[in-house]
């Protein structure tokens, strides 16, 4: 969760972020994509896309299996803000990930 905090604070102050921070970061997520709520991954991906730092596929990747898993936790912004997000980062919304999020 205070991954998430820092990114969307950042990007909510809208703050110029060294890239190399944003790498760490989004490293230290891959690592622990298990522990994000719904809340936690739509915030964290909205932070990435509104930065305009691009995201690492494999992040990418692991924020939608972690999604798919808490599914039926997302309320209708989370997953509003998860797909405006990827698609503004230029991320395909994986099938199982919209089919989930169609409850």
Known sequence: QG???????????????????????????????????SQGVSNLVWALAKLGMGVYPALAKAMQRRAIGIAADFNSQNVANLLWSLATMGERADRGLLEAMQR
């Open 3 to 37: 991954v998430s905090n820092l990114v969307w604070a950042l990007a909510t102050l809208e703050v110029e972020v060294d890239p190399q921070l944003v790498t760490v970061m989004q490293n230290r997520v891959i690592e622990i994509a298990d522990e994000f709520n």
